[in-house]
């Protein structure tokens, strides 16, 4: 006897996804987090959001207009990443002298503009640069992308970073800051070998049947199946850490003595990319280039 369940992969992991963003949301609010991780909690709430737009929208609006949607979405999202990353960043550095900060800082942001310059191939200018809405649209589908990728790369350099410096600059391993910082670089690392290899798979594969390129197909499909279990496993991770408090240094909490705020008051509360869409994955299907026959 077998069993089947009535659900996709794809609508069991949505499911699961935006499930752990409402409790870790819980978890935030519920400990007294949100006054410490502002952007990082505005984060989890636009990723939901964008979940939920997603899910609801897909299919049920003309192509453009729904293009118009996602887009801007994504590129919102890339805003308030970056402001998350700053803002984990200043806590976990926050004992760095001015002039190191910023050195770090440009040294992180040269190497994540190398990569995103020469990841992938570019498209024609001419093609970008065309008249007409659809030209438009692919321009910033084009920056939205490129944006994410940016992010992605810069939030796993600051978790090797926060892994490897900041148990000396007061963001030890235990703390909320470097933890959620590594849950972070984890969905981004994730995202980013995915995009890798399914470029990969795309290049090199040349299907001589309908049947070899169902089978690609549904390799590339198992592996944003697998990058968005590993953001999963990242909220899992953020609601267990968020919900502990941090250890006690010298009888203070140690977020506190770091950024100079009192200790959480312990309560008892319900216990919610992504990337990650998502860091993690990137809200599904929202960056596919308006159809052509829209214009028409």
């Not at 207009?65 to 999202?77: D, N, T, Y």
């Not at 910033?140 to 994410?148: D, M, S, T, V």
Request: hydrophobic residues 55%; contains cysteine.
């Amino acid at each position: 006897m077998h069993f089947h369940l009535p659900f996709s992969a794809n609508e069991i992991l949505w499911t699961l996804t935006f499930a752990g963003h409402l409790v870790v949301l819980v978890v935030l609010m519920g400990r007294d987090r949100i006054r410490r991780f502002p952007w990082f909690t505005a984060n989890i709430v636009l990723i939901g959001f964008r979940l939920l737009s997603a899910k609801m929208l897909y299919g049920r609006l003309p192509q453009i207009p729904m293009a118009e949607v996602f887009i801007g979405l994504a590129l919102l999202s890339a805003i308030v990443s970056a402001m998350m990353l700053l803002e984990l960043a200043r806590k976990a550095f926050g004992k760095v002298g001015r002039g190191p900060w910023v050195g770090g800082a440009l040294a992180l942001m040269a190497i994540g503009a190398v990569v995103v310059a020469t990841w992938g191939k570019w498209p024609e200018w001419q093609t970008l640069n065309a008249p007409g809405l659809l030209s438009h649209l692919q321009l910033l589908q084009l920056i939205a992308l490129k944006a994410g990728l940016l992010i992605d790369v810069e939030t796993v350099l600051l978790g090797v970073t926060v892994a490897l410096f900041g148990r000396r600059t007061g963001a030890g391993w235990k703390t909320h800051t470097q933890r959620i910082v590594l849950g972070l670089a984890t969905a981004s690392l994730s995202q980013i070998i995915s995009e890798a290899v399914v470029q990969w798979i795309e290049a090199t594969a040349k299907p001589q049947s309908m049947a070899e390129a169902q089978k690609i197909m549904d390799l590339r499909e198992h592996i944003f199946y697998a990058n968005s279990a590993v953001y999963v496993l990242v909220l899992l991770w953020w609601i267990v850490c968020l919900w502990r408090e941090e250890p006690e240094v010298n009888g203070t909490n140690a977020g506190a003595t770091v950024t100079g705020e009192l200790p959480a008051a312990v309560s008892i509360a319900p216990a919610a990319e992504p990337a990650n869409p998502t860091v993690q994955d990137r809200a599904q299907d929202e960056a596919q280039p308006p159809s052509t026959e829209a214009d028409s």
